[in-house]
């Protein structure tokens, strides 16, 4: 039913607010059990309980407990029902509704009818008739007056009381407003007078219920007519009130199975459905944990070569700069082995001729391949810079080996920069790569992002540079890293 799929996302909706989700709970039990679905009609409502517990609804909690006690009922559990029957009442007493507490009231009477206490009966219906008197004039409270009436007549008729039941049943019947109630008030009536064989007045009370609507009631009527033919001994018309009777009885113990096969059939198509849904949902879980898998391992996998290719290349910038220091080593004592030689070239030109041309040709092929190496060097120190410039990486992420390969490119190119500076100046690392930055022409907003700071962090950077370097107010640091 779509009221019913409503209610359920109202029950969803409301989760967290106690007293909306409590009257959604309440209405999606009554409508369990519209549909006889009476466990899940008490779980509903019980389940309002437990979120209106710590509420002031009161009177909410009242019709929760009486619906609870009325499933109770019709289960036979009137042990149960008469429990929720007297929570309902202070529930309702608590919230000071009379009216509730008399219908509560009334419904206890009735379990009590049941169970044949009859003076517990009377004890509730007078406090409910007690309670009547003292709204008397209301209209809400004069509609319940029959009702109360009747279960209080029927117990004095069960009793042998027969003229106080009468009494209270015709006043019933004649204040009765609810032509449903007054039809079985008359039958309730007609019943006394059958059995006291009056039975002009038992047939005038039982013609009053054929005017029902109900198939169940005027099954009644037509049964107790059939009793009344039967008891004057005309068969004739005791058969044909007998066969209305059975025939309306069939009639509705089928609209009762047709109605319970379409039920079972809704039921079914519903769980079918929901079947097929859970169906659909696990397969989609499926297929996203199945990407989500192959999405982290091609992650990992990414991370594995990164930091494998990062090693190679660690180990092969420091295995380049070890060699080119020995090569510049062997350069440096075979220059001055050179010299030496010169020096003594007057002595022993014709004996060291050929000693100065091996030399020579060492220094040319140890020169070469420094400038390979630093031509390999140039390479990896423009990819760091661009990366820098494309904001593709930070200073803070740089390991020293690319720092110092940066410095080393940037003192390659613009004529020992950095040497200089070294030898000039007490300067860290982080004033080196600041200077080396300016030096190719990077503006304050690249610096900002590439130290990964503000813009006043920059600042504070450039004037304690200035103040290391001793250069005056008026001087600008770029154009001294410029000139420099």
Known sequence: MQSDSLIKIA????KDDGVKAGKALFYYGKVAALQDNDTLAIQAYLSALAKLEKTEEYKLQGFVHEYIGVLNTDRKLYKDALDNYQSSAYCFQKAVDTLGVIYVYRDIARIYYVEQKYDSVYNYINRALSLCEKKKGCISFERVIPSLLQVKGIAK?????????IALLKTAVETEQDRHSMHHCSMSLGNIYLNLNKLDEAGRCFALALNSENPRTLAGAYHYLYLLEKKQKKYAMALYFKEKSDSLLVIERDAKQTSQILT????????????????????????????IAVVLFIIL?????????????EGLFRKNMQIIEENECMIKRYVYELDVLKQRAGEMAETNREKIAKLNQKILLLESENKKISENVCVNGVYLLEQLKKEKLIVKNMTNQEKEQLLEYIDLIYGNFISRLKKDFKLTSGNLMLLALLKVGFTSSELMFTFDCEMNSIFTKKRRLRGILSLDTNDKLEEFVALY
């Open 11 to 14: 029950v969803d909706y409301y």
């Open 157 to 165: 008729r069960n009793e042998g009381d027969l003229g106080d039941a």
């Open 264 to 291: 079972l059939q809704r039921k079914y198509e519903r769980g079918k459905l929901l079947l097929e849904k859970q169906q659909v949902e696990r397969e989609k879980q499926i297929q996203l944990y199945f990407w």
């Open 301 to 313: 996998l990414c991370i594995v070569l990164y930091f494998l290719l990062r090693k190679r290349y």
